[in-house]
């Protein structure tokens, strides 16, 4: 709905460059994928899953989280069996894919910045970023990926919403999904961009992909504060091309390098016509990973930098009011 009325407000205020970059995003992945267009760019690999099919304990390493955590609201308990949190067998995306998505990442940065990396979001720490969509060649990529191997994957470790819908639409057959935000992040010891303080995703699913090999860095991974006993729960590392997915609203937050690069593409993602705040906010104490004593541990911010700039536009247009 937000994205209708920006879409909206885009054709009624077109010189807005605020609204006219969410317009233009969400033109860019509503599009419908065509099968059709595989691999236009040369940069989707051979690797596993290409066909889109996935066998739970075959493909997938699963990971309880503890009673209580606010994100098992939305799925069905019973199908979910307390699973918030997966990673991949096998890599989704092949080297040579990886390599290549890196390569016209440079491209990008060189041609339109000389070469200097910089973020979409705003936190507490310094982070490097970009989004997916402002790179035209990797568009098409990441809707194939999307359609091919991550959407099935979704599918397989989330088969059930609260609502006892799921991803796929019981009468059409059309996938639900629906991409929030997509962005490579790069973390670099050189730069000061080591780490990601502890935040929810604004989504219902989340997934994070590895890009390089992690001989190429020290440290790293994704922790989870809902998964393990202990505060900062545990924390899970990829090899390149393998991926975590896992349930948006879960706290979570990038570990520190201590040396080298590493570089990750991130995806929020949401469920078409699902009402994923209303279930979220049926917990309405924190419970589990989210006491508020908890939060202050590993308190920080990390959030997208046009939910900050859409929210300042209309505090002012209230204010003016």
């Known amino acids: 709905q937000a994205y209708k009325i920006w879409s909206e407000g885009h054709h009624q205020l077109p010189s807005s460059r605020l609204l006219e970059r969410q317009h233009k995003k969400r033109r860019c992945w509503d599009t419908k994928w065509n ?3 595989n691999n236009k760019t040369n940069l989707v690999g051979s690797g596993y899953h290409g066909d889109g099919h996935f066998e739970y304990e075959r493909d997938i390493v699963s990971f309880k989280v503890r009673h209580g955590t606010r994100a098992l609201s939305l799925f069905n308990a019973k199908t979910q069996r307390q699973c918030l949190v997966f990673r991949s067998r096998h890599p989704l995306l092949t080297e040579e894919e990886c390599r290549n998505v890196i390569l016209e990442v440079d491209r990008y940065h060189k041609e339109k910045y000389d070469g200097k990396w910089g973020t979409v979001r705003k936190s507490s720490v310094n982070t490097t970023d970009v989004a997916v969509e402002d ?3 990797l568009r098409n990529w990441l809707l194939e990926l999307l359609h091919s191997r991550l959407y099935p994957m979704l599918s397989c470790t989330f088969p059930q919403l609260r609502d006892g819908s799921s991803i796929i639409d019981s009468g059409t057959g059309r996938c639900r999904m629906r991409v929030h935000d997509a962005f490579i992040v790069r973390y670099d010891k050189d730069d000061g961009s080591t780490l990601l303080p502890g935040h929810c995703d604004t989504s219902t699913m989340s997934f994070s992909i590895a890009l390089n090999k992690k001989e190429e860095y020290n440290g790293g991974g994704t922790w989870f504060q809902a998964l393990g006993n202990t505060l900062h ?4 590392s990829c090899e390149i091309g393998e991926a975590i997915a896992f349930a948006g609203p879960l ?14 593409l991130v ?3 949401y469920v078409e016509d699902f009402p994923y705040g209303v279930y979220l906010n049926e917990t309405s104490e ?10 202050k541990e590993t308190e920080g911010y990390v959030v997208y930098k046009q939910t900050v700039d859409l929210v300042n536009v209309l505090e002012k247009t209230l204010v003016e009011q």
């Open 267 to 269: 995806l929020f993602l």
């Open 251 to 264: 706290r979570h937050g990038g570990q520190e390098i201590t040396a080298g690069t590493r570089i990750i």
């Open 135 to 137: 790179i035209p060649v």
């Open 35 to 37: 099968p059709s267009d």
């Open 233 to 236: 729960g545990d924390t899970l």
């Open 286 to 295: 924190p419970t589990g990973d989210e006491t508020e004593e908890n939060v």
